[in-house]
Structure formats: structure tokens, C-alpha cells
């Protein structure tokens, strides 16, 4: 599947490397061994127990945000979609004093083009089956904790 914001952000890279590398070469000394790399940096998610936190792969721009949030809007029960790009995930909010079907949530964000990869939410947390990539309960002993 081809995503336009693939090609724009590697088209700007690319442009961006051909203007300011000859400026950082020249400026920078060599690189030394002791150099250290910056450590990754961690999100904690804050949702309310009643909402599910949809974890998908490739969440990088908002046009691929909204398109996975049109999908989850239409979903029954569905109140709010809220995403969060850089930790690549949707938080999705029901009507009050339901609970929101699993498998529809993640034929929805299958629909959308983005598989889920983990999915947390009241019934407990799910991840694809290597066979048939539907959604698997995890026994409680090895799902992640909602924060």
C-alpha cells in the first residue's frame, strides 16, 4: 500500500541532506568513540478505564491519524478517537456505561490500513494471531498494565 507521507518525508529528506550536508561536514570535527547515542524516548499513556488503547505499527502523520480515527468513529457505541503519533496508538472512547465490541475495533483499524499489534481496553488486552491476525485475549498474567 503506498502512503503519499512515505514518499513526501523521504522526498524532504532527501533534500534536506543534499543542502546541509556540505555545511555539516565542513563544520563538524570527526566523531569520536565516546560519543553516546540518545536513548529512546518512553511515553506513558494516561486512559480511563473505561476507554481502549488500540497499538498499531505505522501511525506516523496526521492524515494516517485521521484516517484510522474516520474507521473507529464508525464503530457502534463509539464516542471519541483520540491518537497519539509518536507512540503510535488510538485511544478510543465508548458511550457511557458500554462496552465497546473487540473485533469490531480491530476490523476497524484493519480496514483503515493499519493491523493492530496490541489492543487494551476493559476485557482485558489482545494481540494478533500469527495465523489468522485476529485478535487473541492475553492472560492477565502477561498483559501489560493500564497506566
Not at 505505522?58 to 478517537?81: F, M, Q, T
Request: with cysteine; net charge positive; glycine share 4%.
Amino acid at each position: 500500500m503506498f502512503h503519499a507521507c512515505k514518499f513526501s518525508r523521504s522526498l524532504f529528506a532527501l533534500l534536506m541532506l543534499m543542502v546541509a550536508a556540505p555545511r555539516v561536514l565542513a563544520a563538524t570535527p570527526a566523531a569520536t568513540p565516546t560519543a553516546e547515542k540518545a536513548s529512546p524516548v518512553e511515553t506513558t499513556l494516561k486512559i480511563a478505564e473505561t476507554d481502549t488503547a488500540i497499538y498499531v505499527g505505522d501511525l506516523h502523520c496526521k492524515s494516517c491519524a485521521k484516517k484510522i480515527a474516520r474507521k473507529l468513529y464508525v464503530v457502534k457505541g463509539v464516542v471519541k478517537v483520540r491518537t497519539d503519533v509518536k507512540a503510535n496508538v488510538a485511544i478510543v472512547t465508548p458511550q457511557a456505561k458500554k462496552t465497546l465490541h473487540v473485533k469490531a475495533l480491530w476490523a476497524a483499524a484493519q480496514k483503515a490500513g493499519f493491523p493492530p499489534l496490541k489492543l487494551v481496553g476493559p476485557t482485558g488486552a489482545f494481540r494478533p494471531d500469527p495465523k489468522t491476525k485476529a485478535p487473541v485475549h492475553v492472560p492477565e498474567q502477561v498483559a501489560s498494565k493500564r497506566q
